[in-house]
């Protein structure tokens, strides 16, 4: 292992194939073992080999005696670890890096969202204390798309907010809720929708899967799941939703299902959940929601998917951490 | 329209101050406007005031984030003044940060969180509530 032939190593000291700054804590062993005081030791130690790299090794070593107890020799058996100490360096620092960065993205997203909110402000601001101060500029052609360009950026600012606030307040509270009951809630919230374009809606949770979940999130993203499926009806054809309930291994699932646009998942599989991405020319998709949707669920250590179809449907799954 | 004499706005947004100042004049409710850059600006300001025995506000309008001492730390300096006790204080901040609405209701001499923009609508309800 170390690249010495058995004669070489016989002929050189031990001190000169242990790594320098582990030679203290080998001694301190060798005395533990020669006193009785310990049996056998296995520990993970550094060796230098006959090219002068640096080995990682899993030692054991325990002391061998003859019939009256003396001491005669150490029994070392030693196997390379280096490959899987490498990898494991590797995995550490790559965890910190990406911990580091995390950090810094809630930070700026917080920050971003802060400073560029006071501007915002300002400007809506100054642009209705100069409509009802000079009445006459705001007839101006200019002034009106001002004041969108100006909603807008506000809108966008609230959105960035919000996002950064679900992954940086993920201690909100939990509570157990009854997802039926959540779900009808939500299905009451949209009535006019539903009414507005003749949804046949179905609910068919059980009555008594109940959820720990943080309720402000829970209904936030079944909320958006169903905007959505609305909002991507096809037209000329009755909106149909099922929702219904999955146990997946330890996650709680909630499917809904619609016979909507369907989403083309091989182009835009991976952008589904990002930020204003937006695949329909529907007037008022803004892309957010799936986003915060995506923050929300997994901020309660869960997941959302979808599975989709063009011109036949989606099926939105949501998984709830079920202990 | 009910008035009040003096209102002290603490911001470092020039912008927000003159917008505040031009709709305090146009709803015509008070007499007087102080304004101050930042904290330490505004407890001097107030100490000097009342030094000289001078009118006091009624009213602050206090931003948050501002440069060498934020609103929050003129809160706490604020509240060790016995003097000062009875002008009412909004703050007025662009934060909308849960965090931040949650510590103003620690300060018992904090009225009310209002975030921007301000309007001639909301500033009316602040003056005629500190009347």
Redesign the interface.
Known sequence: MLGYSEKEILNIPREAVIFPNDLKKDKIIFEKLLSGEIKNHIDEKRYINKNGDVLWCLVSVSLIKNDINQPIHFLAQKINITESKKSEYKINSLLETTKKQNKRLLNFA?IVS?NL??HS??F???L??MQ??YPKLSSNPYYPLLKVASENLNETI?NL?QVA?VNI?SNESYSKINLRNIVEKNIANISTQIIEHNVDITNSVPEHIKLNVIPAYANSVILNVLLNTIKYRKENVKPVIKIYFEQVGKYATLNIKDNGLGIDLEKNGDKLFGMYKTFHKNKDSRGLGLFLSKNQIEAMEGKINVNSKVDVGSTFSIYFRDE | MSRINTVCVIDD?K??TF?VK??LA?SDCCENVIEYSNGEEAISGLRALLASNRNMPELILLDL?MPIMDGWQFLDEFITIRELTRIKIYIVS??????DIEKSKKYNSVSKYI??????EILKKIINSSL
Do not use: G, W, Y
């Open positions: 917080h802060h909110r006071s402000s300002n809506t601001m100054l209705k204390m009802e101060e609230e907010n606030l307040s | 947004d912008i927000f917008a031009r709709l146009i984030n662009s934060s909308i940060d849960p965090a975030t921007k923009p301000l309007d001639k």
